[in-house]
Structures are given as C-alpha cells and as structure tokens.
C-alpha cells in the first residue's frame, strides 16, 4: 500500500474503538505502513493527521515495540503537531514509552528509549502542560513527567510548579490528577 492508499484508507477511520482497533492491527500486520503513518500523522495542518495519530496511538497501545524503528522519527516531529484531535493520542504514545520504560517487566523499550528521545518527551510534554491544551495532553504529560523525574531530578520541582500554578484555572480532572501526582512527588520527598 502506498502512501496515498493509506491517507485514502485513513478518511475511513472514526471515534469508534473497532475502527481505530482494525486500521492499527493492519499496520501491526504490514510493519512497512509505518513510516507511511507517521508521514501522514506529521502532515500537522491536514485533518486526516488526526486520523493517523488515532491509528498510531492503538498501534503503540497494542504493540509498543512496533513503534521502536521509529522513535527518532516519532520524537523528533511530535511537537509540531499542534491539531486537539491529534495532541492527545501523541501525548498518550509518549506516556506509554515511558510507563514502558520504567515497567517492572522486561521489555524492549527499556533499551530502545535512548536519552535523546527522552529530552525530546520531556520537552514535549512541558511544552503540553505549559500551553493552553484540553486535559487528557495534560494529564497524560504530568504522568509522563512524574516518571522521567525519577532519572532527572529538576523535573519534579518545574511540575509541581506549573502544577500549583496552574491549579486554580484547571478543570476539575485536571484538579485531580494535580492532586494525585503532587501527593506522589510529596512522598518521593520525604
């Protein structure tokens, strides 16, 4: 399938769990896709971006380690994207790398995720948390922040920052997981 066939094939992606679930495991099964998605998905000013990213998200959700070959392509483009509907399943992608990384079960992540890409999440998911985003870039970046904290001792004093700063502005999802990370932080730190 060409790059173009897929961008056509992506027009048929919606909301729907099975729709999102079905063009996933069709990468999964045609690794070579791929490259072909991300292209799509770093075609930031196109809608059908959006559709991409939705894709890529179920892909990385299913199989994370599919999503290896193209961390530098991934991480090197994701703060371009800029579309709501798009924000949210990068900054998700970006949150599984890291729960990967820092799971207690051996995986390929745990190699894979060179420091380089994780200065660039890092950067990402500040970026997302600084800027006016709905919650979920939010909540799945100060997760993500909250556990690169562990190798990289300033960041929890920047997120509990922007966390208390922020605090008073949020919706109440974001109040809440405010509450949970800075109670997480509190008992690092003690």
């Not at 800027?131 to 979920?136: G, R, S, T």
Request: net charge positive; glycine share 2%.
């Amino acid at each position: 399938m060409t790059t173009k066939q897929l961008y056509k094939e992506l027009n048929y992606v919606n909301h729907s769990r099975e729709k999102r679930l079905f063009y996933a495991n069709m990468v999964i099964s045609n690794p070579d896709l791929i490259p072909k998605l991300l292209e799509i998905l770093f075609l930031v000013d196109d809608k059908v971006s959006c559709r991409a990213a939705w894709v890529y998200e179920f892909m990385c959700g299913e199989h994370l380690e599919a999503s290896i070959p193209y961390l530098d392509t991934f991480t090197m483009h994701m703060n371009k994207v800029h579309l709501d509907p798009a924000v949210r399943p990068v900054a998700k992608v970006c949150e599984y790398l890291v729960k990967a990384y820092y799971s207690k079960e051996q995986n390929q992540i745990k190699s894979a995720l060179l420091p380089i890409y994780k200065e660039r999440i890092i950067e990402a998911c500040f970026d997302w948390m600084i800027n006016d985003e709905k919650i979920a870039p939010k909540a799945y970046a100060m997760n993500a922040l909250y556990l690169l904290g562990q190798d990289y001792d300033w960041i929890h004093s920047e997120l509990v920052m922007i966390l208390e700063r922020d605090y008073q502005m949020q919706s109440s999802g974001f109040k809440a997981r405010a509450r949970h990370i800075l109670k997480k932080v509190k008992k690092n730190n003690t």
